[in-house]
């Protein structure tokens, strides 16, 4: 069992940066892949792949909407993930999820992860 805990969503101008963090539970997190997930509006039923990362860090697909924007890092040490977003757009307003799964293929598709946090809003303004 895992518990995620989200955080560091707000309102940000177009442009500007947030980093959202994940909080897991217990010491075992260092083995799970983890990714963060978006419901964007009109797209409330989809779980929308931003991006992901793997157990190490060795591995980080990004979606391209935000590849060369966001950045996921974790701290193993910390049981968190993160997701740096940088020059934020409008498009980017969504609930934001993070989601962490045993290690194996798939890593950009929401279903294949067993975990989820609650979910963080992230609102952009232009």
């Known amino acids: 069992q895992v518990q995620l805990v989200e955080s560091g969503g707000g309102l940000v101008q177009a442009g500007g940066s947030l980093r959202l963090s994940c909080a897991a539970s217990g010491r075992t997190f260092s083995r799970y892949d983890s990714g963060w997930f978006r419901q964007v509006p009109g797209k409330e039923r989809e779980f929308v792949f931003v991006a992901a990362i793997s157990t190490s860090g060795g591995t980080t697909p990004y979606a391209d909407s935000v590849k060369d924007r966001f950045t996921i890092f974790r701290d193993n040490a910390k049981n968190t993930v993160y997701l740096q977003m940088n020059s934020l757009k409008s498009e980017d307003t969504a609930v934001y999820y993070c989601?962490?799964?045993?290690?194996?293929?798939?890593?950009?598709?929401?279903?294949?992860?067993?975990?989820w946090g609650q979910g963080t809003q992230v609102t952009v303004s232009s």
């Open positions: 989601a962490a799964r045993v290690p194996g293929p798939g890593m950009t598709v929401a279903r294949m992860y067993d975990y």
